[in-house]
């Protein structure tokens, strides 16, 4: 079955960086576009990045511009958030996410945290 398993997330300063990583398993990876969302207490999920199968193109959201990059290793099954210049606005639990036959798989989340 589909599978998605987010890490890397934490505590980190204002400034701070960290990179997220999602681990795909049950479903051809490399066939499939991959986004990263997140969800902050009492605000509606909300999409930051999509990059196509080949990683031949990615797509950032307005608000995480030029702060946020999408990467993939389709070797390795993962699809990686890069997160830079981290504000405490940013503080949401992060999911990764991919549309396989019509159906939204999720993972579980990885709580990002952004406070001094």
């Known amino acids: 079955q589909v599978q998605l398993v987010e890490s890397g997330g934490g505590l980190v300063q204002p400034g701070g960086s960290l990179r997220l990583s999602c681990a795909a398993s049950g479903f051809s990876f490399s066939m499939y576009a991959m986004s990263w969302y997140r969800q902050a207490p009492g605000k509606e999920r909300e999409l930051l990045a999509t990059?196509?199968?080949?990683?031949?193109?990615?797509n950032i959201a307005d608000s995480v511009k030029g702060r946020f990059t999408i990467s993939r290793d389709n070797a390795k099954n993962t699809v990686y958030l890069q997160m830079n210049s981290l504000k405490p606005e940013d503080t949401a639990v992060y999911y990764c996410n991919t549309l396989v036959r019509s159906y939204a798989y999720w993972g579980q989340g990885t709580q990002v945290t952004v406070s001094s």
């Open positions: 990059i196509t199968r080949t990683s031949g193109s990615t």
